[in-house]
């Protein structure tokens, strides 16, 4: 009989406190293993322990440990945290749920995925994230990385700053765009990179360098379009390789499959070039208005200068040739490359020039 009254007063006493906690509490509880509520001054703080699951509205939360404030609406969770809410899963070693002002802060081996209508997905990595959800806006910090499936690119910084809704991100401390297709990498570097419709459009500013297998292009302010693979670099544009450096006001180029195709040079154009594995990159060069490069399977196959163009030749003496220097004047200019050596240069209508010989005497 006593003991019968004593397992009656335990259940009694557990069953009141749990049902206190199902009426003050705004989360539904779905499991726990074990759960202990402690009640200080009026207010209830409750600790769930083991396989716990619990829904705060429409979101969705796992655990292996949580801690309810009831009174400040804060919700503390460790080991393997998981959440789900609508499009958007969440990962992380912890947790914290700010209620009242709606954030979501996650840290240790954060992971977030967004489902996007054509059930491809957005994936971020983080040492730690913050999720406004009033204002569908993520903010990742520490060994960042952005992937968008949808566009086959990959995105690493310090710190992102990504607007779930119009899909727009910001990147600094060090951003670093790859974009991969056929095992050939596209990738830009710059101090800032924003990206508008998951990286359809990216902007770079300030120290901004692209790079391929044997080219590079750098400048103040890049202009991408992923789709069309289409660039514009401003702000003291400079194209580098093994056999020619080029300076203009402004730099088009176009790639295929992440190949370049195109590299076309506007307003005070000027290309160094070699015409031997020997000569230096400052031996010879183009001046004009206009310049255009054309490639055929990433090497350099025709180079075409048009308005004021200059041309300065310089052919040093050795046992093969002799020396030719010359400076010619002319209204287009066209070389020929083949396997990144000059074949032949073609100029037309050529108005004035100097040409130099070495004299035997």
């Not at 716990?52 to 796992?62: A, D, L, R």
């Not at 998981?82 to 992971?111: G, H, M, P, Q």
């Not at 202009?223 to 289409?230: A, C, D, I, R």
């Not at 040079?265 to 015409?275: A, G, M, N, W």
């Amino acid at each position: 009989m006593v003991k019968n009254l004593l397992f009656f007063l335990i259940f009694l006493t557990l069953f009141s406190s749990l049902t206190a906690v199902e009426k003050l509490r705004d989360y539904k509880l779905i499991n726990a293993d074990s759960l202990i509520v402690t009640k200080i001054d009026e207010f209830y703080h409750t600790k769930l322990i083991g396989n716990v699951h619990f829904f705060y509205g429409n979101t969705e939360f796992y655990c292996d440990t949580a801690n309810l404030d009831e009174k400040d609406k804060i919700s503390k969770m460790i080991g393997n945290v998981k959440v789900y809410e609508d499009t958007l899963s969440l990962f992380a070693s912890e947790a914290e749920y700010l209620r009242k002002r709606e954030i979501i802060y996650l840290r240790i081996n954060v992971k977030m995925f967004q489902l996007l209508p054509d059930s491809t997905q957005n994936k971020f990595y983080s040492d730690y994230l913050t999720y406004y959800r009033s204002d569908s806006l993520v903010i990742a910090e520490q060994n960042v990385k952005a992937i968008s499936e949808k566009q086959n690119i990959t995105g690493e910084c310090g710190y992102l700053k990504y607007y779930l809704n119009t899909h727009y991100g910001f990147m600094n401390k060090k951003p670093h765009i790859i974009r991969e297709e056929k095992e050939k990498l596209f990738e830009i570097y710059a101090q800032k990179i924003e990206y508008f419709g998951d990286y359809k459009k990216i902007v770079a500013s300030y120290d901004v360098r692209t790079s391929f297998e044997k080219y590079h292009i750098s400048g103040s302010f890049l202009l991408y379009y992923s789709e069309t693979e289409k660039a514009t670099v401003i702000g003291n544009p400079k194209y580098f390789s093994d056999i020619a450096t080029a300076y203009s006001q402004q730099f088009d180029f176009h790639l295929k499959d992440n190949k370049i195709q195109t590299v076309d040079l506007t307003d005070s154009c000027k290309v160094y070039y070699k015409i031997k594995e020997s000569d230096s990159l400052q031996d010879n060069y183009i001046t004009a208005k206009n310049i255009h490069f054309a490639f055929d399977d990433e090497k350099l196959q025709q180079v075409t200068a048009v308005k004021d163009v200059t041309t300065y030749y310089n052919q040093k003496k050795s046992e093969k040739s002799d020396f030719v220097q010359n400076w010619v004047n002319g209204d287009s200019l066209t070389i020929e490359m083949e396997n990144d050596k000059v074949k032949y240069l073609k100029l037309i209508s050529a108005k004035e020039g100097k040409y130099y010989f070495e004299v035997e005497k």
